[in-house]
């Protein structure tokens, strides 16, 4: 092979090259602590290093969407707590309301559960975030509509929202949801907070026949009808703080397999990318080292010519 006088320098040439993106390739590693910047780093460990971020970033979300559930379902046990408060008290003014009672009382109790069906009311039309927790996923407007007469009794509590619940994943194939029906006429589907007909509870009709009833002096009613039906409705609003409490519950142990789970992806992921920073200091200094050399010694080959030896 014949050797020109141009081959020894372009070689060198080349040797510097590729020792001087060594050395910045490791100084960027020293800098960042990272062993992968680009694909061409190390194409199979960026393409786990990216299928990892993607997991990473799910399972974020799903961690987001459970703190988002968890504060829904805790604004409702919030109200589920004086809702139950509301009706224990007209349990109490129905078992009250015996043959001994004058009708001048009977009438200051069908006033006070006037007043029981108006909270109520205030309590099943409470907001979160803007949108009203016991309609379903009709939630953009209050769920239920109050009417009263002159006399400042309530005739009628309508239900506008709907019996849909919308679900949100809270794990890879698994979704949760905190919502709450308001009411439910159709005997299947999601339980009904203030009326289920699979349940027997309709707790705002209950409470008006109680106030009519007490209005009218009517106790043998009140005894006969008013006391069971409005157990009914405690029975169920008992059934919806427990459900509350289980769905917290389970929103808890989702949150914490979705913390582990972000825990252990950006562990692997740190395994992948990051550099270890001794080594990656040792392999630097051997790098500079060579860098060195081929200076020295390419000057040294360099500075010798046929005249050296012609002296």
Known sequence: MRVTNNMFPDRLAGQLATL?????????????????????DDPGAMRRVLDLQVESRKAEQHKHNITALKEQAGVSYAALQPLRRVSDRAGELAILADGTKSPENLRLYASEV?????????????????????????????????????AGLVTSVTYQGNTSVASTEVAEGLTASAQVVGA????SGARGLFADTAAGADFFNHLISLQNHLQAGDAAAVNATDVPALAKDEDNILFHLALN???????????????????????????????????????????????RAALQSGGTIMNISLLDYLR
């Open 20 to 40: 001087t993106a060594r050395q910045n390739r490791l100084q960027d590693q020293v800098a960042t602590g990272q062993r992968i910047s680009r694909a061409e």
């Open 114 to 150: 006037s007043q029981l069906i108006q909270q109520a009311v205030q309590l099943a039309n409470t907001k979160h975030r803007g949108d009203y927790l016991f309609a379903g996923t009709k939630n953009d407007q209050p769920p239920f509509v109050l009417a009263t007469n002159s």
């Open 184 to 187: 439910n006429a159709s005997g």
């Open 245 to 291: 409490g289980t769905v917290q519950a389970r929103l808890a142990t989702a949150e914490s397999l979705a913390s582990d789970r972000v825990f252990s992806t950006e562990k692997l992921i740190s395994n992948e990318a990051d550099a270890d920073l001794a080594q990656t200091l040792v392999r630097l200094n051997e790098t500079q080292n060579a860098y």
